[in-house]
């Protein structure tokens, strides 16, 4: 192994994981250069979480940030994490809008795009995967990975083949609770190998500890690379630490320049994270009930943040205890944005409104009626009729409902929209996108109000998106 076989998530997920996703553009400028350096598979740096939190708290251009790592990382791959249908968001959107995002980001410089569905319902996936070939974007397909009675090895290896038919250039099994044990790891990595002339990679956090050994598990069961973090940005809710499988794998260690790149790295990341202790998740060690709860990290960070808002993080525990029923009633969906949001919120609401499904959010009834695509499992029809009452559950392709929506919004947003790029923030990210350009913009009018109501279907479920 080398540090070619690994990809570093300290841009992206494991600041997401940890820090609320608060590290700013400024915060990553001096350490881009050295990352470079170290001779990554690629660093990934954008998307997930990223775009709304740069426009929602940070005040930042995601887009600018993906032109100003661009321009500093000569000789690494840049990869992002595309939600599928979702793209950066909390909802499917219309194929134009998949269409246009993918290709500005191909544009702007992205070498890879990591695309998943939260339910692992392919037809999320096609349209992403389609036009990301068409501009010659390496597209990864991932696995969301949990862990219930459906998601066997025989189910994930099904499901993989989906991806391969839809002309996936390499697969990731995208652990984002940390459930996956060695021995899972290595069956799921040996078989995928034996099926599939295609490069695996594994993803997962040290929330529970398992991270490490199913990496170990997964290299020696033939996985191609692993994502991992700057040990300042690792453990806990984050990746494992690059530097420990780095010294274990390679001869790294022993090159002194890369020796010192990385002490470089560690002592930035370091100051980093000493910035953000407010919204640090400080997971001083793992939390055996997570095990069961399937929770990922951002997902934690998030409820924390909610409780903390009510002053009821007294009442970790017994949503903790929630989130898996929630989960059994919506047919075991894998825990990752949208669906983690979504489970993890209801479960908060039915603990401190004192009863199950006294306040069911909007997302839970859209979920219900197929809107984010197929569960799992079929829902309970009880279940189906306690939450939509006398309206039937979709059966299409969710996007197949939604009508293009890229002239309606040009409409809408008016001179606010400078390019195609201002359109799709406020496309994604509705009224908080369109107040971000109203101050990117300072001075300009031409909203029409009017329309751009209609357009506030935009899902505002996180606090601290995940």
């Not at 070619?4 to 994981?17: C, E, G, I, M, V």
């Not at 996703?21 to 050295?34: G, I």
């Not at 990554?40 to 740096?45: D, K, R, S, T, V």
């Not at 989130?323 to 609401?349: E, H, N």
Request: glycine share 6%.
């Amino acid at each position: 192994m080398d540090t070619k076989n690994f990809t570093d998530t300290t841009l992206r997920d494991a600041h997401q994981s940890l820090l609320a996703t608060r590290m700013s553009t400024e915060e990553m400028k001096p350490a881009l250069e050295l990352l470079d350096e170290v001779g990554y598979n690629a660093l990934e740096m954008w998307g997930g979480a990223t775009f709304d939190v740069c426009i929602r708290f940070l005040n930042e251009d995601p887009w600018e940030r993906l032109r100003t790592i661009r321009s500093k990382v000569k000789n690494t791959k840049l990869q992002m994490l595309l939600r599928g249908q979702n793209l950066v968001g909390y909802r499917n959107f219309p194929d134009d809008a998949v269409e246009r995002f993918v290709e500005l980001v191909a544009k702007n410089g992205i070498d890879i795009i990591r695309v998943f569905d939260a339910l692992n319902d392919e037809r999320n996936l096609m349209k992403s995967i389609e036009v990301a070939k068409r501009c010659g974007v390496h597209v990864q397909g991932s696995i969301s990975y949990t862990v219930s009675p459906v998601h066997t090895v025989e189910y994930y290896l099904e499901f993989a083949r989906k991806l391969v038919d839809l002309g996936v250039d390499s697969i990731c099994i995208k652990d984002m609770a940390g459930l996956l044990t060695p021995k899972v790891a290595y069956q799921l990595v040996r078989e995928l190998k034996k099926m599939f002339n295609l490069p695996v990679e594994v993803h997962s956090h040290c929330t529970t500890g398992l991270a490490p050994m199913a990496y170990t598990a997964a290299i020696e069961a033939g996985a191609d690379i692993l994502d991992t973090a700057i040990a300042p940005l690792s453990g806990g809710t984050s990746q494992p630490p690059v530097e420990t499988f780095l010294y274990t794998y390679t001869s790294v260690m022993e090159d002194t320049h890369k020796r010192k790149v990385l002490a470089q790295l560690d002592e930035h990341f370091t100051k980093v994270r000493e910035k953000h202790l407010k919204d640090d998740v400080s997971m001083k060690h793992i939390n055996p009930q997570v095990l069961l709860a399937q929770i990922p990290g951002g997902m934690y960070s998030n409820m924390i943040s909610q409780l903390k808002a009510l002053n009821m993080e007294h009442k970790l525990d017994e949503v903790l205890e929630e989130v898996p029923r929630v989960r059994k009633d919506l047919g075991y969906p894998p825990l990752v944005t949208p669906t983690s949001q979504i489970v993890g919120v209801q479960a908060v609401m039915n603990v401190v409104k004192g009863g199950r499904y006294v306040t069911v959010i909007k997302e839970v009834k859209n979920y219900v009626k197929g809107l984010y695509g197929r569960p799992p499992v079929p829902l309970d029809p009880e279940f189906v009729k306690m939450i939509l009452g006398d309206e039937k559950p979709i059966e299409c392709r969710p996007a197949d409902l939604l009508e293009p929506v890229l002239d309606k919004a040009k409409k809408e947003v008016g001179v606010l929209a400078e390019n195609d790029e201002d359109l799709l923030i406020y496309v994604i990210l509705g009224e908080v996108g369109r107040n971000f350009l109203k101050e990117k913009y300072q001075g300009r009018s031409g909203v029409d109000e009017e329309l751009a109501e209609e357009l506030q279907e935009v899902s505002e479920i996180p606090v601290y998106p995940a």
